[in-house]
């Protein structure tokens, strides 16, 4: 089986963005570490509209110090065989600098801007990142998970060579003014083509969604969740030192008291999920297994649970790869087989 352990690469959105040492550099630097013993590779989708902000202010010696750490950082991914993708929050696009970051959060779901504007963002976004990793950039990740609706995105994609999605996951829902998104109609598949709507099954369609892999939760784990960071605080601490967008109250308020879905995770506590989901999840015909993660969100507890399902599912014949190792670019039906060709224990764990 393919297993594509991804992560968000970005600062925080609440009222403090951290710092990259924290947010960014120093977890990651933690997970190529832990990588390359176990001769992994992950995707990391990068929040390219931070570093163009970040490169837009250069004349600002710090910010031009941390543009050059993060290239640099990006360029030792590739070296070491990870991959690179479009990942975008808006809310940089007018974000401005006085010391610290304030930014356009009422911007923060790329539907605000208009398909013209979306087009020129993709188009630049996309060159951008091509320049720091000199290989091809073909896989999108939607900041907050706001890909719908899709009509806005489509064009763009379809002009810069952006053909894979990696956004949606099975029931997911959110109703909040920033994460806008109902995947509760999505197919309970790995891997599909569609056109027009990524929920909609095209057996033609131009684009491929590579879903994140979700797991039925209760309102149980959402009470684990705070009780044993009380309990354990130093164990379950993020690596991040900035603060974080809040839940909705009706939203956190569902997840407490009603079962739901979540993606599979290698963040924080979540974390725990994660070998009692691919268990549950190799004994389908399912072929690509896909976590979600952000440095930010790296604490002692959930590198440790990472590396031990790195290691238990490797014994077992299963491989941590990439998308651009699968996929990679242009589009091929080639790839597209592959990807969807479970390992011979992939259903024998």
Same mark, same amino acid.
């Given at each position: 089986?393919?297993?594509?352990?991804?992560?968000?690469?970005?600062?925080?959105?609440?009222?403090?963005?951290?710092?990259?040492?924290?947010?960014?550099?120093?977890?990651?630097?933690?997970?190529?570490?832990?990588?390359?013993?176990?001769?992994?590779?992950?995707?990391?989708? /990068?929040?390219?509209?931070?570093?163009?902000?970040?490169?837009?202010?250069?004349?600002?010696?710090?910010?031009?110090?941390?543009?050059?750490?993060?290239?640099?950082?990006?360029?030792?991914?590739?070296?070491?065989?990870?991959?690179?993708?479009?990942?975008?929050?808006?809310?940089?696009?007018?974000?401005?600098?006085?010391?610290?970051?304030?930014?356009?959060?009422?911007?923060?779901? &790329?539907?605000?801007?208009?398909?013209?504007? &979306?087009?020129?963002?993709?188009?630049?976004? /996309?060159?951008?990142?091509?320049?720091?990793?000199?290989?091809?950039?073909?896989?999108?990740?939607?900041?907050?998970?706001?890909?719908?609706?899709?009509?806005?995105?489509?064009?763009?994609?379809?002009?810069?060579?952006?053909?894979?999605?990696?956004?949606?996951?099975?029931?997911?829902?959110?109703?909040?003014?920033?994460?806008?998104?109902?995947?509760?109609?999505?197919?309970?598949?790995?891997?599909?083509?569609?056109?027009?709507?990524?929920?909609?099954?095209?057996?033609?369609?131009?684009?491929?969604?590579?879903?994140?892999?979700?797991?039925?939760?209760?309102?149980?784990?959402?009470?684990?969740?705070?009780?044993?960071?009380?309990?354990?605080?130093?164990?379950?601490?993020?690596?991040?030192?900035?603060?974080?967008?809040?839940?909705?109250?009706?939203?956190?308020?569902?997840?407490?008291?009603?079962?739901?879905?979540?993606? /599979?995770?290698?963040?924080?506590?979540?974390?725990?999920?994660?070998?009692?989901?691919?268990?549950?999840?190799?004994?389908?015909?399912?072929?690509?297994?896909?976590?979600?993660?952000?440095?930010?969100?790296?604490?002692?507890?959930?590198?440790?649970?990472?590396?031990?399902? &790195?290691?238990?599912?490797?014994?077992?014949?299963?491989?941590?790869?990439?998308?651009?190792?699968?996929?990679?670019?242009?589009?091929?039906?080639?790839?597209?087989?592959?990807?969807?060709?479970?390992?011979?224990?992939?259903?024998?764990?």
């Amino acid at each position: 089986m393919n297993i594509y352990v991804t992560y968000d690469y970005e600062l925080c959105f609440g009222g403090q963005t951290g710092t990259i040492e924290k947010c960014m550099l120093e977890p990651t630097y933690k997970l190529m570490q832990l990588a390359k013993l176990h001769q992994a590779h992950f995707t990391f989708f /990068v929040d390219v509209l931070y570093l163009m902000k970040l490169k837009e202010y250069s004349f600002i010696d710090t910010l031009a110090e941390e543009f050059q750490a993060i290239k640099k950082q990006l360029e030792a991914l590739i070296e070491q065989g990870h991959d690179v993708q479009l990942h975008l929050h808006t809310h940089w696009i007018n974000a401005r600098y006085d010391g610290e970051w304030n930014l356009d959060l009422p911007n923060y779901r &790329i539907h605000k801007f208009t398909t013209e504007e &979306i087009n020129k963002i993709v188009g630049t976004s /996309v060159k951008f990142l091509e320049d720091i990793t000199k290989q091809k950039v073909f896989a999108f990740r939607a900041g907050g998970w706001c890909l719908q609706p899709f009509d806005k995105l489509k064009e763009a994609f379809a002009n810069h060579g952006v053909w894979l999605d990696s956004t949606v996951f099975y029931k997911g829902y959110n109703h909040t003014p920033t994460n806008l998104y109902d995947f509760r109609k999505s197919p309970d598949l790995d891997l599909w083509k569609f056109d027009d709507d990524p929920l909609k099954i095209e057996a033609d369609g131009a684009f491929t969604e590579l879903p994140i892999t979700s797991c039925a939760v209760s309102p149980l784990f959402y009470w684990k969740t705070v009780f044993f960071k009380k309990l354990f605080p130093k164990k379950h601490a993020v690596i991040g030192d900035g603060t974080f967008l809040r839940s909705n109250k009706a939203q956190m308020v569902r997840l407490l008291l009603t079962p739901s879905h979540a993606v /599979v995770s290698c963040d924080g506590y979540r974390s725990s999920l994660l070998e009692p989901t691919f268990k549950a999840f190799s004994n389908t015909s399912k072929a690509n297994f896909v976590v979600i993660g952000h440095p930010k969100l790296m604490s002692a507890y959930s590198l440790d649970k990472l590396e031990s399902f &790195i290691f238990n599912t490797t014994k077992q014949g299963h491989r941590f790869t990439s998308i651009h190792e699968v996929f990679g670019a242009p589009k091929t039906e080639e790839a597209l087989t592959q990807a969807n060709s479970p390992t011979e224990l992939s259903n024998n764990p």
